[in-house]
């Protein structure tokens, strides 16, 4: 089996399409901000919930800390992040962090996370890195399909179509 990796660093986002034997299998998008395994020294903005979780600022986003340490609001405290922050229609989701040990007194990042491309290389597929203009392989790959699909919740397959629903309690697949 054949597998590669169509990588096009952008302004505003990276994008890359997991490609085994012609067929797209995954498509990745990474926007700027705090990467997952970033470490960051944060400032406690607001306590939600005393002792359970709280929001800390990291300059220029903020995230959700679960739990929250015996802290008042306001102090400094070494994070990492868990998980990116989600865009979620009507209801976005802040960068999920969790308490870590950090060198640094203050506010701003210590260490950034691996970005997509050490991501996609640690899986050990071929990486094929696009720049600059000419053909758009990532259009000619199916970009615009696979993102399609992915919006609206519909997969077609041969001899039949997928579609997946997400609620808020659930994702329905059909």
Same mark, same amino acid.
């Given at each position: 089996m054949?597998?590669?990796?169509? *990588? =096009? /660093?952008?302004?505003?986002?990276?994008?890359?399409?997991?490609?085994?034997?012609?067929? +797209?299998?995954?498509?990745?998008i990474e926007r700027p901000g705090a990467r997952a395994g970033s470490r960051w020294i944060g400032r406690l903005v607001r306590i939600?919930? /005393?002792g359970r979780r709280g929001i800390v600022d990291l300059g220029a986003e903020e995230g959700l800390l679960e739990p929250l340490p015996a802290l008042a609001e306001g102090g400094l405290l070494a994070v990492e992040v868990a998980r990116e922050a989600l865009p979620e229609v009507g209801r976005p989701r802040l960068a999920k962090l969790k308490i870590c040990d950090a060198p640094g007194r203050a506010p701003g990042p210590v260490s950034q996370g691996?970005?997509?491309?050490?991501? *996609?290389?640690?899986?050990?597929?071929? &990486?094929?890195?696009?720049?600059?203009?000419?053909?758009?392989? &990532? =259009?000619?790959?199916?970009?615009? =399909?696979? +993102? =399609?699909?992915?919006?609206?919740?519909? +997969?077609?397959?041969?001899?039949? &179509? &997928?579609?997946?629903?997400p609620t808020p309690a659930m994702t329905v697949i059909d």
């Amino acid at each position: 089996m054949s597998v590669h990796t169509l *990588l =096009e /660093p952008g302004i505003g986002a990276t994008r890359a399409l997991v490609i085994a034997d012609g067929a +797209v299998v995954a498509a990745h998008i990474e926007r700027p901000g705090a990467r997952a395994g970033s470490r960051w020294i944060g400032r406690l903005v607001r306590i939600l919930e /005393p002792g359970r979780r709280g929001i800390v600022d990291l300059g220029a986003e903020e995230g959700l800390l679960e739990p929250l340490p015996a802290l008042a609001e306001g102090g400094l405290l070494a994070v990492e992040v868990a998980r990116e922050a989600l865009p979620e229609v009507g209801r976005p989701r802040l960068a999920k962090l969790k308490i870590c040990d950090a060198p640094g007194r203050a506010p701003g990042p210590v260490s950034q996370g691996p970005d997509l491309a050490a991501r *996609l290389a640690a899986t050990g597929h071929r &990486l094929v890195m696009l720049a600059g203009p000419g053909a758009d392989s &990532l =259009e000619d790959a199916g970009w615009s =399909e696979t +993102v =399609e699909a992915a919006r609206t919740g519909h +997969v077609a397959f041969p001899g039949g &179509l &997928l579609t997946i629903s997400p609620t808020p309690a659930m994702t329905v697949i059909d």
